[in-house]
């Protein structure tokens, strides 16, 4: 029991002794535990098959784990009813994907939007202008998706992944389909969402530069977080991945 007047901190996200065994056989996470503090910028790196989409889909609720517990705010995930886990997603969850997912047929506003209707909820205005503004959309509020470079799209799927205010927000490979540049310039917006709004985001990516701009980086491989860079560089974080087959 903390004493009175400490301020107990609960994580953003936290995993204990996940493990994930699919059908078949594959165990993709073995024996995981992690802690992401809120307003963390966290890349996990790791091989292909290393277990970084399972590590995601596990804690966004979006697949369950074979044993182990995932909390996401003081949220248990363990024992929800798909449907109950499914509403939390809406709630507290927000995703990126590398392919942005926007809705072609709706507008940049109602694609921002959307999860609110999905979770039932009403726009809070203040906060969509923030967070519009933020990303620097205000003026394409009326456009389609298809009427936008790939930046601003993935600018505008960053939105809608925080106008929930989720707990986390996932990333996978965010900057995969973006060229040099427009990758740079959504990194420093994510980067600035993290320092700025105090989001947490949990980020997937092969690409050492991109990791760098986290605060923290996973190593994995076989199912397991073989490594942990706090304030990651690219040429340490490419030294540790190329050093992996070697062990
Ligand atoms: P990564 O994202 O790092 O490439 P994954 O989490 O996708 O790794 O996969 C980890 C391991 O689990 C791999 O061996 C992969 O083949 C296996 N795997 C992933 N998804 C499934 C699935 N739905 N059914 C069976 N095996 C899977
Ligand atoms: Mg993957």
């Given at each position: 029991?903390?004493?009175?007047?400490?301020a107990v901190q609960t994580d953003a996200l936290r995993l204990s002794r996940v493990t994930k065994v699919y059908a078949g056989g594959v165990t993709a996470l073995d024996d995981v535990s992690l802690s992401v503090a809120p307003g963390t910028f966290l890349a996990?790196?790791?091989?292909?098959?290393?277990?970084?989409?399972?590590?995601?889909?596990?804690?966004?609720?979006?697949?369950?784990?074979?044993?182990?517990?995932?909390?996401?705010?003081?949220?248990?995930?363990?024992?929800?009813?798909?449907?109950?886990?499914?509403?939390?997603?809406?709630?507290?969850?927000?995703?990126?994907?590398?392919?942005?997912?926007?809705?072609?047929?709706?507008?940049?506003?109602?694609?921002?939007?959307?999860?609110?209707?999905?979770?039932?909820?009403?726009?809070?205005?203040?906060?969509?202008?923030?967070?519009?503004?933020?990303?620097?959309?205000?003026?394409?509020?009326?456009?389609?998706?298809?009427?936008?470079?790939?930046?601003?799209?993935?600018?505008?799927?960053?939105?809608r992944a925080l106008v929930t205010r989720p707990a986390v927000v996932f990333a996978d490979e965010p900057t995969g389909a973006l060229d040099l540049r427009t990758a740079h310039a959504v990194l420093d917006l994510l980067r600035d969402l993290v320092d700025g709004l105090g989001q947490t985001v949990v980020m997937v990516t092969h690409d050492p530069a991109v990791a760098a701009r986290a605060h923290l980086a996973l190593v994995m491989a076989d199912g397991r977080i073989v490594d942990t860079l706090a304030s990651p560089t690219a040429a340490r974080l490419a030294q540790r991945i190329t050093t992996l087959g070697a062990e």
């Open positions: 029991m903390p004493s009175p007047g400490t996990v790196m790791g091989p292909s098959g290393s277990g970084k989409s399972t590590l995601m889909h596990c804690a966004a609720g979006l697949d369950v784990p074979s044993r182990g517990s995932v909390k996401v705010g003081d949220v248990e995930l363990a024992g929800l009813s798909e449907t109950r886990r499914t509403e939390l997603r809406h709630e507290r969850i927000g995703f990126v994907f590398q392919a942005y997912n926007l809705v072609p047929s709706l507008s940049i506003a109602d694609n921002i939007t959307l999860p609110l209707r999905l979770a039932g909820r009403r726009p809070d205005r203040a906060w969509l202008e923030t967070l519009v503004a933020r990303v620097g959309l205000s003026g394409h509020l009326d456009r389609r998706p298809g009427e936008l470079s790939g930046g601003q799209q993935q600018r505008a799927a960053i939105a």
